[in-house]
C-alpha cells in the first residue's frame, strides 16, 4: 500500500530565505506526486504535479520538486520565500488507475518571519 | 469558468442526525471524489465517483455513503451522526479518473456535529 510521510509538521523561514518541505513517499507501483497547497479556510490548491519524464517538476509561484526514485522522496523547494507562502502544504501521491484516489501527507505548516 | 462548488459551507448537526452534502463539479468534469480532513486524522479519501458509479472507496463506515447524477453533480451522505464526523468535506473534480488529470478542490463543507 501507498503512504507518503513529511518529515516536518513545521517549518518556519525568513521571507526572502530558501523554502525545503520533505516528504517521502511508499509506493508499489509507479507513483503520481503531487504538492498542494491549503491556505486557511481554503481548498486545496496544486502546486506541481509528476508523472513521468523529467525529474525536475516546475510548478506554480517559484516552486519545485524533484523525484528522486533511489531516495524515494520528492522534495518542494523555492529559492526565496514570501510572506504569501505561508500555508500548509502537502504532499500527496497517486497510483497508476486510482485516479481520484489521492493519499495526503500530515503537512506541513510554512511560517515565513518578515 | 466556475470552480468546484460545494453547498453548504457551514453547518452544525446534532448526534443522530444525518446530513447531506452537495458538489458541483467544474463543467465538463465528470470525475469526482469526496475526502474528509481532520486536525488527528488529517485528509482521507472518501469515494469517487465516475459516470454515476462508485470507482473506490475509502475506509470509513457504511454511515458515509454518496452518489453521482448524470449531470455529474454528487452528494455525500453521513446517517447517525457522531461527534468524530465533525470535519471539513473537501469535494474534487477532474475530467476523467486518471492519474495524469489533475484533481480541483472545493473549499469545503465545514460540518459540526454537537
Known amino acids: 500500500a501507498q503512504s507518503v510521510t513529511q518529515l516536518d509538521s513545521h517549518v518556519s523561514v525568513s521571507e526572502g530565505t530558501p523554502v525545503l518541505l520533505r516528504c517521502n513517499y511508499s509506493?508499489?507501483?509507479?507513483?503520481?506526486l503531487f504538492w498542494y497547497v491549503q491556505h486557511p479556510n481554503k481548498g486545496l490548491q496544486l502546486l506541481l504535479k509528476?508523472?513521468?519524464?523529467?525529474?525536475l517538476v516546475k510548478g506554480i509561484n517559484g516552486f519545485e520538486a524533484e523525484f528522486k526514485k533511489s531516495e524515494t522522496s520528492f522534495h518542494l523547494t523555492k529559492p526565496s520565500a514570501h510572506m504569501s507562502d505561508a500555508a500548509e502544504y502537502f504532499c500527496v501521491v497517486s497510483e497508476d488507475n486510482q485516479g481520484g484516489k489521492l493519499i495526503f501527507g500530515q503537512g506541513t505548516e510554512l511560517s515565513v518571519k518578515p | 469558468k466556475a470552480g468546484v462548488t460545494q453547498t453548504p459551507r457551514y453547518l452544525i448537526k446534532t448526534r443522530g442526525q444525518q446530513v447531506t452534502l452537495s458538489c458541483s463539479p467544474i463543467?465538463?468534469?465528470?470525475?469526482v471524489s469526496w475526502y474528509q480532513q481532520t486536525p488527528g486524522q488529517g485528509l482521507q479519501f472518501l469515494f469517487e465517483y465516475f459516470s454515476e458509479t462508485q470507482r473506490n472507496k475509502g475506509n470509513f463506515p457504511g454511515r458515509f455513503s454518496g452518489r453521482q447524477f448524470s449531470n455529474s453533480r454528487s452528494e455525500m451522505n453521513v446517517s447517525t451522526l457522531e461527534l468524530g464526523d465533525s470535519a471539513l468535506y473537501l469535494c474534487?473534480?477532474?475530467?476523467?479518473?486518471?492519474?495524469?488529470?489533475?484533481?480541483?478542490f472545493g473549499e469545503g463543507s465545514w460540518l459540526t456535529v454537537v
Open positions: 509506493s508499489s507501483y509507479s507513483p503520481s
Open positions: 474534487a473534480s477532474s475530467l476523467e479518473p486518471d492519474s495524469g488529470n489533475t484533481i480541483y
Open positions: 509528476y508523472l513521468s519524464g523529467s525529474t
Open positions: 463543467s465538463g468534469h465528470r470525475s
